[in-house]
């Protein structure tokens, strides 16, 4: 800490600026990815102050062997496994506790709910964690192969596989509804 | 279906939810004044361990210099004076002493009973780095509300007040309760001008009439935040100040604003509550 004052007298970029411009830069994707694990917007919400408040806990940790954005979602990816796993996201009630003068759908939750055409992002939903995880990581994030599984910490042919029955799976799924890509 | 199709999977996705999903300034905001409480939580625990330490020592070092001289005192001189006391204690004395103990304890009945409160905090929902308690919950966002404006909000100070003020609707309606006349009062007041601030700061974008869309996109054609929103700020800030004081012994100088310390203020507050 005392290090990181030193720097900042010296007219170089402090923690909480480092902090900003990470959320800035990445703070989308980090709810993105929330989203996608938990289904929920508030707990997506919830969830990405988390992970940019350990990332602030941790930033002199990090060794630059990775970059920011790798790290980030390594972050992500482990707390959206640990909100999955807690009893308490398994009797979260969206809204259950807040009252109806208190509570306010944000406006991106009112578009999501609303919307009725939203078939592609119900079968993806619908799928089990695991393959959900790597087609939003290797389809919509565009991650290679490699840094998922430095990500999800899996070894490249586990990811490989899941990506296939995956993709067979949404493909059943997007019949089913009947809808086409 | 080939990986051909699914390359619009992306697309597909983006124009049905996903490219309405941003990272507002507003939760920027809260996560920097989450990390700010924290680092106030730490110091506030090294600065209660020091002062716990010092008191300790006292205790011991003190204890020990009166044990030293009581043991350096006679018996007997220690004897001859308790018995010279009870002796000249007039009884006229005692009785007026009865009276007013009487009196007092009515008085005190009455003033303990509304002041008397007792922590209800609903403990589900708060993590760690929470306020665990209602006195908690009050001496953080005070200290909070009293830090410098942080410089991203110099331009429209408002977008700060407002997220302060839905972070304290929120709490106090989902988790920090508390029973007792008067702080149940003083509680409802501040959950209720925390309300008046964040329902002005609706009011500022409302002519855009946005339906669907995050409206922190166009701050830049905010209205400027009423004198309402501004006054209701500054009511916020007093009250976190007045029952910080009131219920942790903080020092400063009170406002008037609270049931809890007599406040001679309440009505200003109550009325303009009331936009009387």
Redesign the interface.
Known sequence: MKQLRLIEQQGVVSKEDKLMELMDTYGDMVKKIAYTYVKDMNLAEDIAQDVFVNCYNHLELFKENSSHKTWLYRIAVNRCKDVLKSNAYKRFLPFNKISARSYEKTPEVKVIEDSTNKGVTNALMSLPPKYREVLFLFYYEELKIKEISDIINLNESTIKTRLRRGKLLLKKELERRRIEL | ?NDK??????E??DK???Q????SEN??G???M??SE?EKHNKRKIGQTIVLTIATLFVVVGGGALAISEIQKSPEATVEKSVDVTEEAPVEDIQVNEDDTEMTSNASEDTLDDKAWEDKTITE?LTE?DPQNVQEFIAQFDEIYKEPLPE?YSDDPALYYQIGAMLI??SL??NYKAEGVAVEKDLQNLRDVA?IVREEHEARYAHLG??????HKYEDQFKEPSERLEQGHVYVKALLNDLNIALNDAEGTTEGYTYMLDGEKIEELEAFIRNE
């Open positions: 279906m199709d699914f390359f619009q999977l992306k597909q996705l049905e939810s996903y309405h999903i941003s990272f939760e920027k809260r996560v920097m989450r990390i924290k929902g780095n991203q609707f929120t309606d989902m309300a946005l339906e669907n869309e995050n409206p």
